[in-house]
């Protein structure tokens, strides 16, 4: 019996003994959640900021800076060249072909702009003409392409203006500022 009775004050002291508690789990818990976290920060940090940082760079570098070149002044004149139509490629050769009809204007930078460019207006509408023929309509029905078309009308226009003028006129200004549509229209036939 006595055996039975330090057995049992062997037990209940060891219940009542405060148990000392490992620092192991609390450690292992932070090092499994801090360090991971730390890591991928420094990661993100010192990885992947300075390539994305780069792109962003080369990205702004290489894309060319886009300037606002019209200047609205009181010397300008707007010149609307006649109606003209053109046929659209149709998606399949079978089909009838639709056909674009447009108006273009030409914003010019003085009179003697508008005077050259009435003297030569069959050039003129020839160049406008030749860039819109034989389109597909899903082109013609994209802004973006309708944009590229006038700025396109605009370029070639400045320099058939410097090839009719010469170049030895550089007291006055012979020039397009703009082109816009006045009309696009695709019908189908």
Do not use: W
């Amino acid at each position: 019996m006595a055996d039975k009775d330090t057995q049992k004050d062997e037990a209940t002291q060891e219940q009542q003994a405060p148990k000392k508690k490992s620092l192991l789990m609390p450690v292992l818990f932070v090092v499994a959640l801090v360090v991971p976290a730390l890591a991928g920060l420094a990661v993100f940090r010192f990885v992947i900021l300075p390539r994305v940082a780069d792109e962003t760079a080369e990205t702004v570098s290489s894309e060319p800076v886009v300037e606002d070149t019209t200047e609205y002044t009181p010397e300008m004149q707007i010149l609307e060249l006649p109606e003209a139509q053109a046929t659209v490629t149709p998606p399949n050769f079978d089909a009838a072909s639709p056909l674009l009809m447009y108006q273009v204007a030409l914003t010019c930078a003085n009179a003697e702009t508008v005077s050259v460019i009435e003297s030569y207006k069959p050039m003129f509408i020839a160049l406008v003409a030749k860039l819109h023929r034989n389109r597909t309509r899903a082109e013609l029905s994209d802004p973006f392409v309708q944009e590229t078309i006038l700025k396109q009308v605009r370029e070639e226009a400045n320099a058939l203006l410097q090839k009719l003028a010469g170049k030895g006129n550089n007291k006055i200004q012979i020039r397009v500022i703009e082109a816009v549509y006045v009309k696009f229209t695709i019908v189908d036939m």
